[in-house]
């Protein structure tokens, strides 16, 4: 058995204790590996720092508990920008388990001094997928009778001006994508589309292919898709965290991933000639 | 009347809500505003139908001493005593947020993960290029992976931009041909819901 017979035969075990190792290494010992800001980025930075101070802006938590890691430092940068500029920031959530992901977010926020019904309210988990989305933009207070402290909605402050989705000046979905719930598409059927509100989305990485078109059509404002345009985000608001640091284990899984296609296919090209290979 | 009733109701409600979309009719806009917020509440009871029927499956393996029925047991206990606490105690609970935390996040994140391993494993297997198509869809496969990276910039420059001109022109194109393809078919579809030709979400054939 030569190498490349070998090679191909390699067991699974191997490949991941090599991916293992090749991501830890950059979590113990960061690369510090330099990185640009894309225009896509750029654009919604500028598109939020240009809204006036004090605008009402929705966010939604739609993705569970495995989607944190890719997604939730999208959804910290976003809310830090948001905070910065004296936003009126609303959060819900789309998936059962998004609804304690985004109480548990914004529990951080209230450590850091921002106040309950003053700078945010959760208003926890709404069911029905895109039917609940277009419930809840006709009707806010409909879906949501009570927030997920269990206040009856009438007695929120922030509330009081809010009758349907017109009445926010941005709204934010950070998404991880098809389950039936509220998915990118749905928010842009129900949100932009029909009641013309600015609409920004943060899918995951999975998810960027098919939400270019939104953008491209002038659907929605902008896209912060993955871990890596939310790492250049924190870079934009010079505060980078948990994006950033997980930029260079990516890097290392990326690597390691085409490492292994090219090693795959120097393999299948080394042994295509031999008799029943597989062509 | 067993079928035509429901199919009555689906034509009524189905074409209720495309003309709700287009015209400002009171007598129209209100019963459709009605009709959609059902959609949230009747939700809401499929998660408890759900939840019923998970219960009932893994009470069917403990009953007849299926093979890992002890995982079933785990399942109820572990359920049960979530859905209790968070019902008496709330979801803001400390011991209900431990759970949440140290349970559910670092399981599900890690079963996430693992994803990578398989994808790697995958990689190295199945992703050859075989011939032209499957060569083109490797290098653009690749280019976009590092375009992804900060690795990417630093084996070259102009990486990022090759990864953005790949998704924002050739993938474009085609997202918005598969797009408006499934859009047009979505529309049929809804028609021939509307118009009563499609009856298969009452169960059975056409």
């Known amino acids: 058995m030569n190498f490349w017979e070998k090679m191909e035969k390699v067991d699974v075990r191997i490949i991941f204790v090599v991916v293992i190792i090749a991501i830890a290494i950059p979590l113990v010992k ?12 750029q654009q919604v930075y500028d598109y939020i720092e240009k809204m006036p101070n004090g605008s009402k802006v929705f966010l939604s938590f739609d993705y569970g508990t495995g989607s944190i890691p890719e997604l939730e430092p999208a959804a910290k ?19 059962a388990d998004g609804g304690m992901v985004s109480q548990m977010c914004m529990a951080g926020f209230e450590k850091l001094g921002k106040v309950y019904d003053k700078d945010f309210i959760t208003l926890g988990y709404f069911a029905g997928g895109e039917a609940g989305i277009a ?18 909605i ?19 979905t950070v998404n991880s994508g098809p389950g039936g719930y509220g998915t990118v598409e749905a928010w ?7 009641y013309k509100t600015p609409f920004i989305v943060a899918p995951g990485g999975a998810m960027v292919a098919n939400t270019i078109p939104y953008i491209q059509a002038g659907q929605i404002q902008g896209m912060i898709g993955g871990l890596r345009p939310s790492a250049e985000y ?34 299948y090209f080394a042994l295509r000639k031999r008799p029943g290979a597989r062509q | 009347m067993r079928r035509s009733l429901p199919v009555l109701i689906a ?6 809500m495309v003309f709700d979309l287009f015209l400002k009719l009171p007598l129209l806009n209100n019963p459709m505003a009605e009709v959609r917020n059902w959609m949230p509440i009747m939700t809401s009871f499929a998660v408890i139908v759900g939840c019923v029927g998970l219960l009932n499956v893994h009470y069917k393996n403990i009953q007849r001493k299926r093979p890992g029925w002890y995982n079933s047991v785990i399942l109820w ?30 399981s599900s994140t890690t079963l996430s993960a693992v994803g990578a391993l398989f994808l790697a494993s995958s990689g190295f297997r199945a992703f050859r290029a075989t011939n032209t198509n499957a060569t083109i869809l490797l290098i653009s496969g690749a280019l976009v992976m590092l375009a992804q990276v900060p690795i990417g910039e630093a084996i070259y420059g102009q990486i990022p931009n090759i990864g953005n001109w790949i998704m924002n022109v050739p993938n474009n194109a085609g997202q918005r041909g598969i797009m408006i393809a499934s859009g047009v078919g979505f529309i049929t579809v809804c028609l021939r819901i509307m118009l009563g030709y499609t009856r298969s979400y009452l169960g059975g054939g056409e």
């Open chain 1, 30 to 41: 960061p690369l510090g590996l330099p990185m640009k800001v894309m225009p896509m980025s």
């Open chain 1, 77 to 95: 940068a976003f809310l830090t920008h948001f905070f910065r500029k004296g936003f009126k920031v609303y959060t819900m959530a789309s998936t």
């Open chain 1, 135 to 152: 419930a809840w933009s006709a009707d806010a207070k409909k879906v949501f009778q009570r927030d997920a402290r269990g206040t009856p």
């Open chain 1, 154 to 172: 009438d007695q929120l402050a922030m509330m009081k001006d809010i009758k349907t989705v017109k009445d926010f000046t941005l709204g934010v």
């Open chain 1, 188 to 194: 842009v059927r129900q949100v932009p589309i029909v």
């Open chain 1, 234 to 267: 924190e870079l934009l608001l010079k505060e980078p965290g948990l994006g950033v640091a997980a930029m260079d284990a990516q890097s290392a899984a990326h690597s390691i991933m085409i490492a292994f296609i090219l090693l795959g296919n120097a393999a």
């Open chain 2, 11 to 16: 034509i009524v409600v189905g074409i209720g």
């Open chain 2, 77 to 106: 206990a572990v359920m049960l005593s979530v859905i209790a606490l968070g019902c008496t105690k709330g979801t803001r609970d400390a011991t209900y947020s431990f759970i949440f935390n140290n349970v559910l996040v670092a």
